[in-house]
C-alpha cells in the first residue's frame, strides 16, 4: 500500500509544492486547507489531469476539536499515517511595541501550538507501527531571528525546540522528528514586499535568487525517504542566515 502523508497548510506555497511532489512520488496525500477551497482545488485539479488523486479536508489547524476530526478522518480511511508535515504557518512584520496580545496568541497558536496539537493527535498510530516520518516547518529567523518580527521568530523558534526534543523521545519507536527551516521563499508570505525590496533581498542571498516552493519540497522528499536522519534543522536559504 501507498505511504500516507498528511500535509497542513497545503493550498499555497510549501504546502502545495509539498504535496505535488509526494503525490507523484505515489504517496497518498492528504492536503489540509483552511480557507483557501479555491486554491486547493486548483491543486486538485491540476493533479487530475496527471492522472494523480489527492484527498483534501478542511480543518482550522488552531482548533482541537478540528484536528481531532481531520486525523480520525484520515485514520478511518487510509488506517495509518505514514507522514506528517506540519507546514501550516502565518506571519507579520511588526514593532515588538506594536504588537498585540491577539497578534502574539494568533501568532503561537497558528505556528506553534498547532504543530504540538496535530503531532499529539498522530503520534499514537506511528507509535503503534514503530514507523513515522514527522517534518516541522519552521524558519532561519527562528535560528537567527528577525527585526520586526519577534512573535514570528519566537513561534518559529520554538518549534526547533519542539522537534529536537521529540526526536530523542521518539527515536526508540523508529519515529524520524526533523525540521526545515527555509529563508526567504517565493510564497504568498511575502507578498507585502514590493520589487525593489526583493531585488535588495535578492543582494543579500549569496546564491543571488530567491528560494522556490520546490526547493524546500525536494528536502521534504529526501527526508521522507531517509532512515537515519532525525532530529535535525535543515536550512534551505542559500546561505542568507547572516
Known amino acids: 500500500m501507498a505511504k500516507v502523508a498528511l500535509i497542513t ?13 509526494l503525490a507523484k ?7 489540509n486547507y483552511n480557507k483557501s477551497e479555491e486554491s486547493i482545488n486548483d491543486l486538485k485539479r491540476e493533479l487530475k489531469e496527471e492522472n494523480i488523486e489527492i484527498d483534501t479536508y478542511k480543518a482550522d489547524i488552531t482548533k ?17 499515517i505514514d507522514v506528517l508535515i506540519n507546514n501550516a504557518g502565518i506571519s507579520q512584520i511588526k514593532l515588538f511595541t506594536d504588537i498585540t496580545d491577539e497578534d502574539w496568541e494568533n501568532m503561537l497558536n497558528t505556528n506553534l501550538s ?28 527562528g535560528i537567527t531571528g528577525a527585526s520586526c518580527e519577534v512573535h514570528y521568530s519566537a513561534s518559529k523558534a520554538g518549534i526547533i525546540g519542539l522537534t529536537k526534543a521529540l526526536a530523542k523521545e ?7 522528528v526533523n525540521a526545515i527551516a527555509p529563508g526567504f521563499i517565493n510564497t504568498d508570505m511575502n507578498k507585502e514586499l514590493n520589487n525593489e525590496e526583493v531585488e535588495e533581498v535578492k543582494n543579500e542571498i549569496p546564491l543571488k535568487r530567491i528560494g522556490e516552493p520546490e526547493d524546500v519540497a525536494n528536502c521534504i ?14 536550512k534551505i536559504d542559500g546561505r542568507m542566515d547572516k
Request: proline share 2%.
Open 170 to 176: 521518539l527515536a526508540p519507536s523508529n519515529i524520524k
Open 9 to 21: 497548510g497545503a493550498s499555497r506555497g510549501i504546502g502545495r509544492a509539498s504535496a505535488k511532489m
Open 64 to 80: 482541537k476539536e478540528e484536528i481531532k476530526n481531520m486525523v480520525k478522518y484520515v485514520l478511518d480511511k487510509y488506517g495509518k
Open 25 to 31: 512520488n505515489n504517496f497518498k496525500v492528504i492536503a
Open 221 to 234: 522528499k529526501y527526508l521522507v525517504e531517509s532512515e537515519y536522519i532525525t532530529g535535525q534543522v535543515i
Open 114 to 141: 498547532s504543530v504540538f496539537y496535530v503531532t499529539k493527535e498522530v503520534l499514537p498510530s506511528m507509535i503503534n507501527k514503530k514507523e513515522g516520518h514527522i517534518i516541522n516547518i519552521t524558519s532561519v529567523w
